[in-house]
Nanobody
Framework: VQLQASGGGLVQAGGSLRLSCAAS????????IGWFRQAPGKEREGVSC????????WYADSVKGRFVISSDNAKKMVSLQMNSLKPEDTAVYYC?????????????WGQGTLVTVSS
């Protein structure tokens, strides 16, 4: 199982970024793909998750209405569209995979991609 995250960068508050997670080595249909983040000095937290088999999604309250997660099972790609970014969204974002459903306990982690939101 390999997860390759990309798309991080520097953006001004109010701007947008799109993160992508390329999955390989497993069938996406049997997994839920999610995003966690860790800001400096803070604990890692779940951001969003999507069940690849049925498209059910989950969002942390802090990003509801601003972030949208989507999956392209044929391409084994999951994207996180982040809009109306705030400085508090600054963090390293990690792509994760867990068996079947979004439970908040990933089985696999990819490397992180840094998102920096300037005020």
């Amino acid at each position: 199982v390999q997860l390759q995250a990309s798309g991080g960068g520097l953006v001004q508050a109010g701007g947008s970024l799109r993160l992508s997670c390329a999955a390989s080595g497993f069938a996406l249909d049997n997994y839920a793909i999610g995003w966690f983040r860790q800001a400096p000095g803070k604990e890692r937290e779940g951001v969003s998750c999507i069940t690849a088999s049925d498209g059910v999604t989950w969002y942390a309250d802090s990003v509801k209405g601003r972030f949208v997660i989507s999956s392209d099972n044929a391409k084994k790609m999951v994207s996180l569209q982040m809009n109306s970014l705030k400085p508090e969204d600054t963090a390293v974002y990690y792509c994760t995979a867990e068996h079947y459903y979004c439970s908040g306990v990933p089985n696999y982690w990819g490397q992180g991609t840094l998102v920096t939101v300037s005020s």
